[in-house]
Protein backbone atom coordinates (compact mmCIF):
# COMPACT_ATOMS: atom_id res chain seq x y z
CA UNK A 1 0.00 0.00 0.00
CA UNK A 2 1.36 3.21 -0.78
CA UNK A 3 2.43 6.02 1.76
CA UNK A 4 -0.43 8.49 0.70
CA UNK A 5 -2.98 5.49 0.32
CA UNK A 6 -2.07 4.12 3.81
CA UNK A 7 -2.75 8.14 5.23
CA UNK A 8 -6.05 7.54 3.83
CA UNK A 9 -7.43 4.47 5.26
CA UNK A 10 -5.63 5.63 8.52
CA UNK A 11 -7.63 8.37 8.54
CA UNK A 12 -10.72 6.21 7.98
CA UNK A 13 -9.96 3.82 10.71
CA UNK A 14 -9.36 6.51 13.26
CA UNK A 15 -12.87 8.40 12.44
CA UNK A 16 -14.31 4.50 12.41
CA UNK A 17 -12.47 3.84 16.02
CA UNK A 18 -13.93 7.65 17.38
CA UNK A 19 -17.39 6.70 16.16
CA UNK A 20 -17.73 3.35 17.75
CA UNK A 21 -16.27 5.22 20.57
CA UNK A 22 -18.75 7.98 20.73
CA UNK A 23 -21.73 5.44 19.79
CA UNK A 24 -21.19 4.57 23.35
CA UNK A 25 -22.66 7.23 24.63
CA UNK A 26 -25.78 8.97 24.95
CA UNK A 27 -26.13 12.63 23.39
CA UNK A 28 -23.30 12.62 21.01
CA UNK A 29 -25.54 12.17 17.80
CA UNK A 30 -23.76 15.34 15.81
CA UNK A 31 -20.78 13.76 16.69
CA UNK A 32 -21.12 10.09 15.90
CA UNK A 33 -22.66 11.12 12.39
CA UNK A 34 -20.10 13.23 11.98
CA UNK A 35 -17.35 10.42 12.02
CA UNK A 36 -19.29 8.24 10.05
CA UNK A 37 -19.42 10.47 7.16
CA UNK A 38 -15.87 11.33 7.33
CA UNK A 39 -14.84 7.58 8.29
CA UNK A 40 -17.28 7.04 4.70
CA UNK A 41 -15.60 9.82 2.80
CA UNK A 42 -12.03 8.17 3.54
CA UNK A 43 -12.67 4.27 2.52
CA UNK A 44 -14.13 5.15 -0.76
CA UNK A 45 -11.17 7.32 -1.14
CA UNK A 46 -8.66 4.67 0.07
CA UNK A 47 -10.26 2.17 -2.19
CA UNK A 48 -9.99 4.34 -5.33
CA UNK A 49 -6.50 4.76 -4.72
CA UNK A 50 -5.71 0.86 -3.50
CA UNK A 51 -7.94 -1.19 -5.12
CA UNK A 52 -6.04 -4.62 -4.22
CA UNK A 53 -5.99 -6.73 -1.42
CA UNK A 54 -9.39 -4.75 -0.21
CA UNK A 55 -12.31 -6.27 0.51
CA UNK A 56 -15.06 -3.93 -0.74
CA UNK A 57 -18.30 -5.39 0.86
CA UNK A 58 -18.96 -7.25 4.11
CA UNK A 59 -19.90 -10.80 3.44
CA UNK A 60 -23.80 -9.92 4.58
CA UNK A 61 -24.04 -7.25 2.81
CA UNK A 62 -26.97 -8.87 0.33
CA UNK A 63 -29.07 -9.88 3.71
CA UNK A 64 -28.89 -6.46 4.63
CA UNK A 65 -29.77 -4.98 1.52
CA UNK A 66 -32.60 -7.13 1.00
CA UNK A 67 -33.95 -5.77 4.42
CA UNK A 68 -33.00 -2.42 4.67
CA UNK A 69 -34.92 -2.30 0.75
CA UNK A 70 -38.11 -3.80 2.34
CA UNK A 71 -37.90 -1.63 5.18
CA UNK A 72 -37.62 1.52 2.67
CA UNK A 73 -40.90 0.10 0.60
CA UNK A 74 -43.13 0.05 3.95
CA UNK A 75 -43.00 3.90 3.41
CA UNK A 76 -45.66 3.29 0.92
CA UNK A 77 -48.00 1.71 3.02
CA UNK A 78 -46.90 3.27 6.60
CA UNK A 79 -49.30 4.73 8.96
CA UNK A 80 -46.97 7.51 9.98
CA UNK A 81 -44.80 8.03 6.59
CA UNK A 82 -42.71 10.76 8.12
CA UNK A 83 -41.92 9.01 10.86
CA UNK A 84 -41.31 5.89 8.78
CA UNK A 85 -39.03 7.97 6.67
CA UNK A 86 -36.88 9.30 9.51
CA UNK A 87 -36.76 6.01 11.62
CA UNK A 88 -35.55 4.61 8.16
CA UNK A 89 -32.44 6.82 7.95
CA UNK A 90 -31.92 6.43 11.97
CA UNK A 91 -32.17 2.97 11.23
CA UNK A 92 -31.56 1.95 8.29
CA UNK A 93 -29.42 4.00 6.61
CA UNK A 94 -26.75 5.28 9.16
CA UNK A 95 -26.37 1.33 10.48
CA UNK A 96 -25.81 0.26 6.43
CA UNK A 97 -23.11 2.89 6.46
CA UNK A 98 -22.03 2.37 9.83
CA UNK A 99 -21.58 -1.63 8.97
CA UNK A 100 -19.74 -0.89 5.94
CA UNK A 101 -17.03 2.07 6.88
CA UNK A 102 -16.35 -0.24 9.86
CA UNK A 103 -15.70 -3.36 7.73
CA UNK A 104 -13.83 -1.08 4.70
CA UNK A 105 -11.66 0.69 7.86
CA UNK A 106 -10.51 -2.21 10.02
CA UNK A 107 -8.94 -3.56 7.01
CA UNK A 108 -5.91 -0.60 7.32
CA UNK A 109 -2.51 -2.33 8.11
CA UNK A 110 -2.29 -0.28 11.29
CA UNK A 111 -6.31 -0.72 12.33
CA UNK A 112 -5.74 -3.00 15.70
CA UNK A 113 -3.37 -0.46 17.08
CA UNK A 114 -5.70 2.46 16.32
CA UNK A 115 -8.93 0.65 17.27
CA UNK A 116 -8.34 -1.55 20.33
CA UNK A 117 -6.35 1.79 22.39
CA UNK A 118 -9.69 4.24 21.52
CA UNK A 119 -12.18 1.33 22.28
CA UNK A 120 -10.42 0.56 25.81
CA UNK A 121 -10.57 4.10 26.68
CA UNK A 122 -13.94 4.38 25.57
CA UNK A 123 -14.98 1.90 27.26
CA UNK A 124 -13.01 2.64 30.51
CA UNK A 125 -14.87 5.97 30.71
CA UNK A 126 -18.61 4.63 29.89
CA UNK A 127 -18.06 2.34 33.11
CA UNK A 128 -16.93 5.23 35.01
CA UNK A 129 -19.79 7.42 34.08
CA UNK A 130 -21.70 3.97 35.19
CA UNK A 131 -20.46 3.44 38.71
CA UNK A 132 -20.66 7.72 38.88
CA UNK A 133 -24.44 7.96 37.77
CA UNK A 134 -25.85 5.02 39.81
CA UNK A 135 -24.30 6.82 43.22
CA UNK A 136 -26.09 9.75 42.44
CA UNK A 137 -29.49 7.66 42.13
CA UNK A 138 -31.89 6.92 39.66
CA UNK A 139 -32.74 9.91 38.04
CA UNK A 140 -28.98 10.50 36.81
CA UNK A 141 -28.61 7.19 36.03
CA UNK A 142 -31.43 7.33 33.78
CA UNK A 143 -30.49 10.22 31.72
CA UNK A 144 -26.58 10.09 32.24
CA UNK A 145 -24.37 9.87 29.20
CA UNK A 146 -23.84 6.23 29.15
CA UNK A 147 -27.24 5.69 27.90
CA UNK A 148 -28.98 4.41 31.30
CA UNK A 149 -29.73 1.31 31.67
CA UNK A 150 -31.45 0.17 28.46
CA UNK A 151 -28.48 1.51 25.98
CA UNK A 152 -25.34 0.49 28.55
CA UNK A 153 -26.28 -3.00 29.15
CA UNK A 154 -26.70 -3.82 25.05
CA UNK A 155 -23.52 -1.54 24.80
CA UNK A 156 -21.97 -4.33 27.60
CA UNK A 157 -23.81 -7.21 25.58
CA UNK A 158 -21.49 -6.08 22.26
CA UNK A 159 -18.39 -5.55 24.60
CA UNK A 160 -17.75 -8.27 26.93
CA UNK A 161 -17.41 -11.09 24.43
CA UNK A 162 -14.74 -8.22 22.87
CA UNK A 163 -12.77 -8.09 26.16
CA UNK A 164 -13.51 -11.75 26.84
CA UNK A 165 -11.90 -12.66 22.86
CA UNK A 166 -8.82 -10.09 23.73
CA UNK A 167 -7.97 -11.71 26.87
CA UNK A 168 -8.48 -15.23 25.65
CA UNK A 169 -6.45 -14.74 22.18
CA UNK A 170 -3.84 -12.11 23.92
CA UNK A 171 -3.02 -15.29 26.30
CA UNK A 172 -2.56 -17.86 23.83
CA UNK A 173 -1.17 -15.47 21.42
CA UNK A 174 1.88 -14.09 24.50
CA UNK A 175 0.57 -10.72 24.29
CA UNK A 176 0.24 -11.04 28.40
CA UNK A 177 -0.01 -7.43 28.70
CA UNK A 178 -3.12 -7.35 26.24
CA UNK A 179 -4.24 -9.81 27.91
CA UNK A 180 -4.13 -8.86 31.31
CA UNK A 181 -5.38 -5.62 30.61
CA UNK A 182 -8.37 -7.47 28.96
CA UNK A 183 -9.40 -9.39 31.73
CA UNK A 184 -9.43 -6.04 33.87
CA UNK A 185 -12.31 -4.40 32.15
CA UNK A 186 -14.01 -7.41 31.53
CA UNK A 187 -14.29 -7.36 35.69
CA UNK A 188 -14.39 -3.36 35.23
CA UNK A 189 -17.40 -4.16 32.86
CA UNK A 190 -19.27 -7.03 35.00
CA UNK A 191 -19.55 -4.38 37.50
CA UNK A 192 -20.83 -1.89 35.18
CA UNK A 193 -23.55 -4.18 34.20
CA UNK A 194 -24.36 -5.16 37.92
CA UNK A 195 -25.54 -1.45 37.76
CA UNK A 196 -28.10 -1.53 35.55
CA UNK A 197 -30.11 -3.62 37.26
CA UNK A 198 -31.16 -5.66 34.56
CA UNK A 199 -31.77 -8.66 34.52
CA UNK A 200 -32.07 -10.18 30.70
CA UNK A 201 -28.45 -9.13 30.52
CA UNK A 202 -27.37 -11.47 32.36
CA UNK A 203 -29.36 -14.35 30.56
CA UNK A 204 -27.72 -12.78 27.81
CA UNK A 205 -24.11 -12.88 29.32
CA UNK A 206 -24.16 -15.99 30.60
CA UNK A 207 -25.51 -17.63 26.92
CA UNK A 208 -22.35 -15.36 25.06
CA UNK A 209 -20.11 -16.93 27.51
CA UNK A 210 -21.02 -20.62 27.29
CA UNK A 211 -21.61 -20.09 23.31
CA UNK A 212 -17.57 -18.55 23.20
CA UNK A 213 -17.00 -21.18 25.80
CA UNK A 214 -17.97 -24.28 24.03
CA UNK A 215 -16.12 -22.98 20.84
CA UNK A 216 -13.29 -22.93 22.98
CA UNK A 217 -13.21 -26.10 23.96
CA UNK A 218 -14.59 -27.53 20.53
CA UNK A 219 -11.91 -26.28 19.28
CA UNK A 220 -9.01 -27.36 21.78
CA UNK A 221 -10.80 -30.55 21.44
CA UNK A 222 -9.40 -31.11 18.22
CA UNK A 223 -5.83 -30.80 19.59
CA UNK A 224 -6.35 -32.64 22.30
CA UNK A 225 -5.73 -30.24 24.82
CA UNK A 226 -6.83 -31.79 27.98
CA UNK A 227 -5.78 -29.18 30.65
CA UNK A 228 -6.81 -25.95 28.60
CA UNK A 229 -10.61 -27.61 27.74
CA UNK A 230 -10.89 -28.02 31.81
CA UNK A 231 -9.47 -24.44 32.14
CA UNK A 232 -12.14 -23.16 30.03
CA UNK A 233 -14.97 -25.28 31.33
CA UNK A 234 -14.42 -24.12 34.93
CA UNK A 235 -14.31 -20.80 33.85
CA UNK A 236 -17.72 -21.16 32.08
CA UNK A 237 -19.88 -22.67 34.69
CA UNK A 238 -17.86 -20.00 37.11
CA UNK A 239 -19.11 -17.56 35.12
CA UNK A 240 -22.50 -18.86 34.19
CA UNK A 241 -22.53 -19.01 38.12
CA UNK A 242 -21.80 -15.52 38.50
CA UNK A 243 -24.57 -14.17 35.77
CA UNK A 244 -27.40 -16.61 38.03
CA UNK A 245 -26.17 -15.41 41.16
CA UNK A 246 -26.43 -11.70 39.60
CA UNK A 247 -29.84 -11.83 38.28
CA UNK A 248 -31.22 -13.55 41.56
CA UNK A 249 -30.11 -11.02 43.60
CA UNK A 250 -31.21 -8.17 41.16
CA UNK A 251 -34.75 -10.22 41.06
CA UNK A 252 -34.92 -10.54 44.78
CA UNK A 253 -34.78 -6.80 44.73
CA UNK A 254 -37.98 -6.58 42.02
CA UNK A 255 -40.24 -8.60 43.09
CA UNK A 256 -43.23 -6.75 42.98
CA UNK A 257 -42.18 -5.47 39.67
CA UNK A 258 -41.90 -8.85 38.50
CA UNK A 259 -45.46 -10.05 39.56
CA UNK A 260 -46.62 -7.15 37.40
CA UNK A 261 -44.90 -7.14 34.15
CA UNK A 262 -47.06 -5.52 32.09
CA UNK A 263 -45.16 -7.33 28.67
CA UNK A 264 -46.73 -10.58 29.53
CA UNK A 265 -50.45 -8.78 28.29
CA UNK A 266 -48.50 -6.25 26.05
CA UNK A 267 -47.31 -9.70 23.70
CA UNK A 268 -50.98 -10.98 23.10
CA UNK A 269 -51.96 -7.59 22.02
CA UNK A 270 -49.37 -7.15 19.89
CA UNK A 271 -50.10 -10.18 18.21
CA UNK A 272 -53.57 -9.38 17.73
CA UNK A 273 -52.55 -6.17 15.85
CA UNK A 274 -50.11 -8.41 13.65
CA UNK A 275 -52.98 -10.68 11.95
CA UNK A 276 -54.83 -7.35 11.10
CA UNK A 277 -51.87 -7.04 8.80
CA UNK A 278 -49.73 -9.81 8.36
CA UNK A 279 -48.11 -9.11 5.09
CA UNK A 280 -47.21 -5.32 5.04
CA UNK A 281 -47.29 -4.50 9.04
CA UNK A 282 -48.11 -0.59 9.64
CA UNK A 283 -44.90 0.68 8.41
CA UNK A 284 -40.77 0.86 9.53
CA UNK A 285 -39.78 1.92 13.04
CA UNK A 286 -40.98 1.51 16.80
CA UNK A 287 -43.69 3.08 17.74
CA UNK A 288 -46.16 3.70 14.84
CA UNK A 289 -49.06 2.18 17.47
CA UNK A 290 -48.36 4.16 20.22
CA UNK A 291 -51.69 5.91 20.43
CA UNK A 292 -53.41 2.69 20.79
CA UNK A 293 -51.62 1.23 22.97
CA UNK A 294 -51.22 4.16 25.15
CA UNK A 295 -55.06 3.76 25.77
CA UNK A 296 -54.79 -0.06 26.14
CA UNK A 297 -52.73 0.03 28.96
CA UNK A 298 -52.12 3.29 30.42
CA UNK A 299 -48.20 3.14 30.13
CA UNK A 300 -45.61 5.56 28.60
CA UNK A 301 -43.24 2.31 28.67
CA UNK A 302 -45.44 0.47 26.54
CA UNK A 303 -45.12 2.56 23.66
CA UNK A 304 -43.47 -0.38 21.16
CA UNK A 305 -43.36 -4.49 21.05
CA UNK A 306 -40.68 -5.41 23.52
CA UNK A 307 -39.61 -7.75 21.19
CA UNK A 308 -37.28 -7.45 18.12
CA UNK A 309 -38.91 -9.66 16.42
CA UNK A 310 -42.64 -8.77 17.10
CA UNK A 311 -42.05 -5.38 16.69
CA UNK A 312 -40.42 -6.04 13.04
CA UNK A 313 -43.71 -8.32 12.12
CA UNK A 314 -45.58 -5.55 13.62
CA UNK A 315 -43.53 -2.80 11.36
CA UNK A 316 -43.14 -4.82 8.30
CA UNK A 317 -45.29 -7.73 8.41
CA UNK A 318 -44.05 -11.34 8.22
CA UNK A 319 -41.69 -10.82 5.28
CA UNK A 320 -39.75 -8.42 6.85
CA UNK A 321 -39.39 -10.93 9.99
CA UNK A 322 -37.74 -13.40 7.06
CA UNK A 323 -35.74 -10.98 5.67
CA UNK A 324 -34.45 -9.93 9.87
CA UNK A 325 -33.75 -13.60 10.12
CA UNK A 326 -32.22 -14.18 6.87
CA UNK A 327 -30.06 -11.34 8.04
CA UNK A 328 -28.90 -12.68 11.25
CA UNK A 329 -28.92 -16.00 9.93
CA UNK A 330 -26.07 -14.73 7.35
CA UNK A 331 -24.39 -13.06 10.11
CA UNK A 332 -24.15 -16.83 12.03
CA UNK A 333 -23.26 -18.28 8.68
CA UNK A 334 -20.16 -15.68 8.60
CA UNK A 335 -19.36 -16.23 12.06
CA UNK A 336 -19.57 -19.80 11.87
CA UNK A 337 -17.31 -19.97 8.89
CA UNK A 338 -14.77 -18.02 10.38
CA UNK A 339 -14.72 -19.83 14.15
CA UNK A 340 -13.56 -23.32 12.16
CA UNK A 341 -10.65 -21.51 10.41
CA UNK A 342 -7.70 -23.12 11.21
CA UNK A 343 -6.04 -19.17 11.84
CA UNK A 344 -6.09 -18.69 15.61
CA UNK A 345 -7.30 -14.70 15.01
CA UNK A 346 -9.50 -15.45 12.42
CA UNK A 347 -11.66 -17.95 14.55
CA UNK A 348 -11.62 -15.54 17.90
CA UNK A 349 -13.56 -13.18 15.74
CA UNK A 350 -15.54 -16.06 14.52
CA UNK A 351 -16.42 -17.00 18.17
CA UNK A 352 -16.76 -13.72 19.61
CA UNK A 353 -19.06 -12.96 16.52
CA UNK A 354 -21.35 -15.75 17.40
CA UNK A 355 -21.38 -14.64 21.06
CA UNK A 356 -22.55 -11.32 20.34
CA UNK A 357 -25.18 -12.06 18.00
CA UNK A 358 -26.71 -14.94 20.72
CA UNK A 359 -26.57 -11.90 23.21
CA UNK A 360 -27.95 -9.25 21.29
CA UNK A 361 -30.96 -11.85 20.27
CA UNK A 362 -31.40 -12.78 24.24
CA UNK A 363 -31.13 -9.09 25.16
CA UNK A 364 -33.64 -7.86 22.38
CA UNK A 365 -36.32 -11.00 23.72
CA UNK A 366 -37.47 -8.50 26.72
CA UNK A 367 -37.31 -5.09 25.05
CA UNK A 368 -36.17 -3.63 21.43
CA UNK A 369 -33.06 -1.97 21.93
CA UNK A 370 -31.18 -2.73 18.58
CA UNK A 371 -32.00 0.93 17.88
CA UNK A 372 -29.98 4.04 17.59
CA UNK A 373 -26.81 4.37 19.31
CA UNK A 374 -27.08 0.36 20.00
CA UNK A 375 -27.66 -0.72 16.05
CA UNK A 376 -24.64 1.83 14.85
CA UNK A 377 -22.51 0.36 17.58
CA UNK A 378 -23.84 -3.24 16.82
CA UNK A 379 -23.09 -3.08 13.13
CA UNK A 380 -19.95 -1.82 13.63
CA UNK A 381 -18.46 -4.22 15.48
CA UNK A 382 -19.66 -7.20 13.25
CA UNK A 383 -18.34 -5.24 10.53
CA UNK A 384 -14.86 -5.13 12.00
CA UNK A 385 -15.09 -8.43 13.47
CA UNK A 386 -15.78 -9.46 9.82
CA UNK A 387 -12.71 -7.63 8.40
CA UNK A 388 -10.07 -8.95 11.00
CA UNK A 389 -11.00 -12.66 10.14
CA UNK A 390 -10.80 -12.23 6.73
CA UNK A 391 -7.52 -10.73 6.58
CA UNK A 392 -6.65 -13.62 9.34
CA UNK A 393 -7.44 -16.07 6.81
CA UNK A 394 -5.30 -14.25 4.00
CA UNK A 395 -2.42 -14.61 5.80
CA UNK A 396 -0.01 -12.75 7.73
CA UNK A 397 0.15 -9.70 4.61
CA UNK A 398 -3.00 -8.93 5.39
CA UNK A 399 -2.99 -8.49 9.19
CA UNK A 400 -4.32 -5.65 10.97
CA UNK A 401 -1.27 -4.55 12.75
CA UNK A 402 -2.09 -6.15 15.77
Not at 75 to 101: C, D, F, H, M, Q
Not at 147 to 156: D, R
Not at 261 to 271: C, G, H, Y
Not at 325 to 344: C, I, K, M, S, Y
Request: aromatic share 10%; glycine share 8%; with cysteine.
Amino acid sequence: MNTEALSYSSLATWCAALFLAASLFSHTVALRLTLLVAGALFCIIALLRERNGWSMLPPIWLPFLLWAAWSAASLGWSVEPERSGKELRNEVIYTGIALWTCYVAAQARNAARILLPVLAGATTLLCALAFYHFRQGFESYATGLHGGPGNLSSALITLIPCIVAAAAYGWRAGFRGTAVTAAAMAGLALVAAYSTLNRTIWIALAVELLVFSALVVWRLGIHHHRRARMTVVAFAIGAVAACAFATVSIQMGRKDEMSRDLRLALWPEVIHYIKERPLTGYGFGRGLLRKPLDEEFKNQLLWHAHNLFLDTTLQLGVPGLVLLVFLLAATFGAGWRLARQPNELAAACGMTLLAVLAGMVIRNSTDTLLVRQNALFFWGVVGVLLAWGRQACEGPDRGTGA
